[in-house]
């Protein structure tokens, strides 16, 4: 669940992305009337969606709190990151309430580090949006599969379209996967600041000709 658009990704058995869409749902500056019409049609997609391969959907546990602070990390646009309390719990209100009609099974997961795991792991993988890959984490996690990172170095998403090399941090196979997620956490905001400085800086320079 985004500000502007909602990432859903269907996984086979192996956890695997099988398909995927991103549907608009501009929450901002809409009245209460055209949200809820707005909401309601984008969950009846997503239900008659779940129907149709008969599968259940797994969302992320609902923490508010939590979901601003995950905007405000994944993205440096500031209107990108509005989210009002109404907007998030009417879309969950209401796809809850069409699936429970439908007889459609709804899970909840704790979505923690689930943006960074996508990142790092799906997103250059199987060609996903930083969003879409995180939707691909929240269907693995209920699926109990590993959260392992898949490599030491590579390329992940900047956020704006292009991508930055990324090498992670040596991970404690003592301790839980999700301190070793903690860490790339916060290694990444330094890289990414690095990476648009070197960006901003290449494109202030002026060109160089030679004869």
């Known amino acids: 669940l985004n500000t ?16 995927k869409k ?5 929450s901002y500056g809409k009245t209460k009337e055209q949200l809820k019409a707005l909401t309601g049609d984008i969950c009846k ?3 008659d969606r779940a129907r149709e391969v008969k ?20 993205s440096t646009n500031k209107f990108s990151r509005l989210l ?10 209401f796809l809850r309430a069409r699936a429970y009609k439908d007889g459609i099974a709804v899970h909840q997961v704790n979505p923690a580090f689930t943006s960074i795991i996508g990142r790092v ?9 930083i969003h879409l890959a995180a ?6 996690r209920h699926q ?21 090399a990324f090498v992670l941090p040596a991970r404690n196979r003592i301790k839980h996967v999700w301190h070793f997620w903690g860490q790339v956490k916060k290694k990444l905001p330094t890289v990414l600041a690095a990476h648009f400085r070197a960006k901003h800086h290449r494109s202030s320079s002026p060109p160089i000709f030679d004869s």
């Open 121 to 129: 792991n799906y997103a250059m993988r199987y060609g996903l949006s």
């Open 55 to 74: 599968k259940t959907i797994v969302i992320e546990k609902l923490d508010f709190n939590k979901k601003k602070s995950t905007l405000r990390e994944n």
């Open 4 to 19: 502007d658009h909602i990432a859903w990704v269907e996984t086979d058995r192996f956890g695997n992305p099988i398909d």
């Open 144 to 164: 109990k599969f590993s959260e392992s990172p898949c490599s030491p170095a590579g390329k992940i998403p900047d956020g704006k379209g292009g991508y930055v």
């Open 135 to 140: 939707a691909l984490c929240i269907a693995r």
């Open 84 to 93: 009002s309390s109404f907007a998030y719990g009417l879309f969950f209100t």
């Open 45 to 47: 997609q997503i239900i």
């Open 22 to 26: 991103t549907i608009p749902w501009i």
